[in-house]
């Protein structure tokens, strides 16, 4: 569960007891079988996402033909999913056995933490990504100007700056708490009293709609402005051969960074719904809309570390510039090019450490 998202924990279910009759606090809230399930999917999200984002910083930083100002978008975000796996074990965890938590009160503010801060830096890195490909499709020259690898990365340290300011209250709103109404150690890693009665949970739930809902109206409003401008040019049929090229490079760019970012949002709206939910029964309790949180809160477990590793995944099925470049980090010869490609349409893409740099991305 991420941290702004409270606990599932925090709602205790019928009280279990002792030979004695004294309270016994549940290890768990969900069966063993549908736990194993999402441990094993889990792993394996954690081995792909782990192998394909240490794939996707080693091709970009060693490659020159990778150093675009795209690409640098790319590997911050891969280094988001990277420090969001760190996080798995912890959260697995807690899931099997929520209490007692054995491994103090700093671990359990800062993976929760580097979770709300990863997030909210992949998906400012995917907007800034967006408004660099608009400016660069819709004007060129004023983007060639303004958009510079160094600009880029003083840009990618401001956007984690936010993120990680953005975070910090999370230091405050979780904390390891006991239940003095339950026997034996019920130290638990949740949010605090303090986060609910003080409104600050409140406070980061806006805070974290704000952080996806903006910046997903801002990306749909952005390719839009792109598809019509690429339209245009289609239509107009007075360029040339090599701005033709362009656009047409530009199309499969667009192409793959708008399936990034519907899988961003399809990974994380459910995390928000469950989100609202489990905020709107704190206010009002009712038994569906917990079990409603509940069940929202156990997909979004899966569909963060999908989010986290399916980037990869996306660039190695649609890039083909990128699985050259792969296959070039494994030593591995060449495949075959698509058919119907010429040289002069690779250009940019291939495997060839000779091919000039390309001004689009992966």
Request: hydrophobic share 45%; glycine share 6%.
């Amino acid at each position: 569960q991420r941290a702004t998202g409270g606990s599932s924990s925090s709602r205790p279910r019928a009280p279990l007891t002792t030979w004695n009759g004294d309270p016994l606090t549940p290890l768990n809230y969900y069966s063993i079988p549908l736990l194993t399930a999402i441990t094993v999917a889990c792993t394996l999200l954690f081995l792909v996402g782990v192998v394909g984002n240490v794939m996707t910083i080693l091709v970009v930083s060693k490659y020159r033909d990778m150093h675009t100002t795209t690409n640098l978008y790319l590997c911050s975000m891969a280094v988001s999913d990277l420090l969001i796996f760190l996080c798995m074990p912890p959260d697995l965890y807690r899931m099997w056995r929520y209490r007692p938590w054995r491994f103090g009160d700093a671990l359990c503010k800062l993976f929760q933490f580097v979770s709300e801060s990863c997030t909210y830096s992949t998906i400012l890195s995917i907007t800034a990504l967006s408004v660099e490909r608009y400016l660069a499709i819709c004007f060129p020259l004023r983007a060639k100007a303004l958009v510079t690898k160094r600009r880029v990365r003083a840009l990618i340290l401001l956007l984690w700056i936010v993120s990680l300011t953005s975070a910090g209250p999370v230091f405050v709103m979780v904390g390891v708490e006991r239940d003095y109404e339950s026997a034996g150690d019920t130290r638990e890693c949740k949010m605090t009293h303090y986060a609910v009665e003080s409104g600050l949970m409140g406070a980061m739930v806006w805070l974290s709609s704000v952080f996806f809902f903006m910046p997903v109206f801002c990306l749909t409003v952005l390719y839009g402005l792109i598809g019509r401008r690429l339209w245009q040019r289609h239509r107009e049929n007075i360029m040339g051969s090599r701005v033709a090229h362009r656009d047409k490079s530009n199309r499969q760019t667009i192409k793959m960074l708008v399936v990034v970012v519907f899988a961003f949002v399809l990974c994380w709206l459910p995390f928000h719904v469950g989100r609202y939910l489990q905020f709107r029964s704190l206010d009002a309790p009712s038994p569906m809309l917990s079990a409603l949180s509940e069940y929202c809160s156990l997909v979004s477990v899966v569909l963060f570390y999908l989010s986290a590793a399916v980037n990869p995944i996306l660039y190695n099925t649609m890039s083909w510039k990128y699985r050259c470049a792969a296959v070039r980090l494994f030593g591995l010869t060449e495949g075959p090019r698509p058919r119907g490609r010429t040289a002069s349409t690779l250009k940019g893409e291939g495997c060839s450490p000779g091919w000039r740099e390309s001004t689009v991305s992966l």
